[in-house]
């Protein structure tokens, strides 16, 4: 299941958590707990925007962009690091 | 459960010492799924804490007393597999290979099996009894799932017991499960997951070279596969102990083999996913059923687009329909009063004082804060999208579509950030590993229209083209992604050259909005918009005023005119005139600052009103000229700022003011020449 997810996300591209559970035949919990694996495999990175852009930026972490809550807090965005 | 002698543990080995005569029962499981909770509740106040020896991991036993039988209890480190990643792993697992305690209890979480059910397809390769303890029943009920323990039981081979640690509900039943595997004494045969024919193979070949030389604790088939999943302790140790010329036969087929971790695991998930499958019963309702449904066109690759395009339309309906309004009545009722007043008041006083506080002030920084309503209601449209969980499904449809035309992945970020500002979006660039890759994303980055940008689109469109005004804007939206598009496209072609990257994101649920939420970032937004208008806005007024103002106090002969017709050839190109142009130029510091000049170079005193002077002045084609320019325009100078930054070239920067010059005058040109000829 872990080659399959990993298949899915080397044709590149943004997938959604949920969509890749349904494409995997599986549970959102599931795939959660598979994107957590590959983080600590060091295949994907979690990135937090909010975290390491908005605290080194000119403004402040005063834009738009850093004050919108779903930035850091119910949007978790993983990069790909490995595509083979 | 009584009260029993604690025994003090040996500080040089993970063995219980003198309190080995009981049987001993391990708790493992992974962090936070009850199992310390298990642990106290058993123990009470007969339970000792130290170190593991030579770790600054927290050791915790203790015994306690049931149906007349003593047992030692040992609290196993948190962990989420037995691959030596972390101290609290090493431990965890070397405890149960060395000591060999007489039943491993492994506590999971009934809520969350996907994850928990990892540790038990790691533990059941090892030689050691084992129990489920299916912890948390109540909270997966509360979840509205069912957990069929029974069921569980039958596919794990193993004893499960459901439980309620917090509660204190089934430990005695646990317990006693755990007391007849000890008594009965024969090992269960737990079902293991099954591994891919040529890892299993390449097991099988690493466990017949290493099994002389394996140490009696370590089972020689789990050492070899610990040595295909590359884990390093064990790794280390075998080298060690291989004589040099077997471990290179060894090395060569782990080499051979250096997919067989993520195929390794890939087995268990599958072995975790029928399991899930079979033992698990989800709701079909509320919340989460919403969004599935919600999601089946708001984030379709085609509806999706349809969906966002009508988003996009209701928050300029809902900008006209409410914010233009009460922007006219703002003029006239305050900023035109205000004028006036002012210019009574200092009636006596000089012509420039009058016309500084009056033409300079109130014309550029009042002008302005007229456009307050259309701003609040902007900040308050996309609080509302983002607070409800929209937005990030926005970011996705867009890149779907960006996807399919093979525009690079990693455009996602600047995209995903760049609607709000320009700054986070250059910033966002920092995923990008390749230089070149990203420095032209950073050129073309500024492409997404920013909220300054939009609003300020916003307060021009209804002034120029009044009941259009809705599909004006909505035009120049979509023309700008048009835009960022074709030059994605051309990045990938030229930069990236095909190259494939990937982000995986979880979209928040659909959910209530919190209007505190959206008051609060509609307050923080008012508030710097308004300190924005108090500094730099009157900064660039009162500059934009001097030059019109001065030499001979008229503006056909100001400085600024002087300035505006010098480079008015190149306006004209645009249809726009010396006024237009300059308010073009002085939109570099802050986008708000074309409003502001127009109300000092057209007039916002006047009782006719900023918007119809505009209107009256100019031309369809020059209107629309102008609006699509300021959306292209050179970048505010906090996003030139960050271009230089994260450049750290000034050749880029130039580079990047020059390609934004370039195009605005271009599309401007190709813009207008089109409109005045229809």
Partial sequence: MLEELLNLIRTGGVFDIGLLAKKLNSSEQMVRTMIDHLQQMGLIQAYQPGHAVCAQCNLGGNCYSCNKGDLTGNVRLFEVKLLR | ?678
């Fill in chain 2, 1 to 678: 459960m009584n009260a029993c002698h604690s025994a003090n543990p040996s500080e040089t080995s993970y063995s219980l010492s003198a309190s080995h005569k009981f049987p001993v029962i391990a708790l493992a499981g992974q962090p936070n799924m009850g199992k310390s909770t298990i642990f106290n509740l058993l123990t009470g106040l007969n339970q000792h804490v130290g170190n593991w020896p030579g770790k600054t991991v927290e050791r915790r036993e203790g015994c306690f007393t049931l149906d007349g039988t003593t047992y030692n209890l040992i609290d196993l480190p948190g962990t989420y597999s037995l691959t030596a990643n972390s101290p609290e792993e090493e431990i965890a697992r070397e405890y149960v290979l060395r000591e060999k305690p007489d039943v491993v209890i492994v506590v999971i979480s009934a809520a969350n099996l996907e994850r928990s059910l990892y540790l038990v397809s790691e533990i059941v390769h090892l030689p050691v009894p084992v129990v489920v303890a299916l912890n948390m029943v109540d909270v997966a009920e509360h979840e509205g799932m069912k957990v069929d323990a029974a069921g569980l039981s039958a596919a794990l081979n193993l004893p499960v017991v459901p439980v309620i640690a917090t509660k204190a509900i089934g430990v005695r039943e646990l317990i006693r499960t755990a007391a007849q595997v000890i008594q009965d004494g024969a090992p269960l045969v737990p079902n293991k997951p099954d591994i891919r024919q040529d890892v299993a193979q390449a097991i099988q070949a690493v466990e017949a070279l290493i099994r002389p030389y394996v140490p009696a604790d370590y089972p020689a088939d789990w050492v070899a596969l610990k040595l295909l999943e590359g884990d390093t302790a064990i790794s280390r140790m075998m080298k060690e102990l291989l004589p040099p010329e077997t471990w290179e036969t060894v090395h060569l087929i782990l080499r051979q083999n250096d997919d067989a971790m993520v195929v390794l695991a890939s087995g268990r998930y599958n072995w975790i996913n029928s399991i899930v499958r079979s033992v698990v019963e989800r709701p079909k309702i509320g919340q989460i059923s919403l969004t599935e449904r919600l999601d089946r066109y708001a984030t379709h690759p085609l509806w999706g687009v349809f969906v966002l395009l009508g988003v996009l339309g209701l928050v300029f309906f809902f900008t006209y329909t409410i914010g233009a309004p009460l922007q006219a009545w703002l003029n006239t009722a305050v900023v035109n009063r205000l004028a006036d007043t002012a210019g009574i008041l200092l009636a006596s006083s000089p012509a420039w004082l009058r016309s500084l506080v009056v033409d300079g002030v109130i014309g550029g920084v009042g002008m302005v804060i007229t456009f307050l309503p259309i701003l609040v209601i902007f900040f308050a449209s996309f609080g509302f999208l983002e607070d409800i969980g929209y937005m990030a499904r926005a970011a996705y449809v867009m890149d779907n579509i960006m996807h399919l035309m093979g525009l690079h992945g990693k455009s996602f970020l600047p995209l995903f950030l760049g609607f709000g500002c320009n700054v986070p979006a250059i910033m966002g660039t920092r995923v990008i590993d390749s230089r070149s890759a990203r420095i032209l994303t950073i050129l073309i980055a500024p492409l997404i229209p920013c909220t300054a940008r939009m609003a300020v689109i916003a307060f021009l469109a209804p002034a120029f083209f009044g009941n259009r005004a809705f599909w004006v804007s909505w035009g120049m939206i979509l023309f700008a992604v048009l835009v960022l598009v074709i030059v994605g496209m051309l990045l990938n072609r030229l930069v990236f050259k095909g190259e494939r990257s990937a982000f995986i994101m979880e979209m928040p649920l659909y959910h209530i909005p919190n209007l505190r939420t959206i008051g609060l970032l509609v307050w923080q937004h008012t508030i710097a918009f308004l300190k924005k208008a108090g500094t730099i806005i009157l900064i660039v007024s009162a500059v934009i005023w001097a030059l019109s103002y001065f030499p001979q106090g008229e503006l056909n002969s100001s400085y600024l005119a002087l300035i505006g017709k010098w480079i008015a050839p190149v306006g004209s190109w645009m249809g726009l005139d010396w006024r237009l142009t300059v308010a073009l130029l002085s939109s570099f510091p802050a986008k708000e600052n074309a409003i502001a000049t127009l109300g000092v170079l057209v007039g916002s005193g006047a009782e006719a009103g900023l918007a119809n002077l505009l209107a009256a002045t100019y031309s369809t084609a020059t209107a629309l000229s102008f609006m699509v320019v300021t959306l292209f325009f050179i970048p505010c100078l906090a996003t030139v700022a960050v271009i230089r930054q994260e450049t750290a070239s000034w050749k880029w920067t130039a580079l990047s003011v020059g390609m934004f010059l370039v195009m605005s005058i271009g599309v401007g040109t190709v813009v207008y020449q089109i409109a005045a000829r229809l």
